[in-house]
């Protein structure tokens, strides 16, 4: 049974950081990559980051690109997401998400995780 739990969310001020995790079980890590999403009130799902099994390679919306940092642990499973200098408009749920292979197709979704930036 795939499962994907994100953690690690709370409420911040503008200029603070957070660090979430994706704890993966119920497949073999090694061959998925882990996106993160997010969805704030209203408006629609995003993508964030992701890195890819196939190669490693991360990518990174342009939002966020030089603030936040996607990463992989393969040996617990899991996948962080360090965001930092937040601001207001980074408040959303943050999901994870695990698709064979390549940064696509992501077939498999974790309960998300509430990230609340106060200015």
């Known amino acids: 049974d795939v499962q994907l739990q994100a953690s690690g969310g709370g409420l911040v001020q503008a200029g603070g950081s957070l660090r979430l995790s994706c704890a993966a079980s119920?497949?073999?890590?090694?061959?998925?990559?882990i996106g993160w999403f997010r969805q704030a009130p209203g408006k629609e799902r995003e993508g964030v980051s992701c890195?890819?099994?196939?190669?490693?390679?991360?990518y990174s919306a342009d939002s966020v690109k030089g603030r936040f940092t996607i990463s992989s642990d393969n040996a617990k499973n899991t996948v962080y997401l360090q965001m930092n200098s937040l601001k207001p408009e980074d408040t959303a749920v943050y999901y994870c998400?695990?698709?064979?292979?390549?940064?696509?197709?992501?077939?498999?979704w974790g309960r998300g995780t509430l990230v609340t930036v106060s200015s």
């Open positions: 998400a695990a698709g064979y292979r390549h940064c696509a197709d992501f077939g498999s």
């Open positions: 119920g497949f073999t890590f090694d061959d998925y990559a």
């Open positions: 890195v890819s099994a196939s190669n490693g390679s991360t």
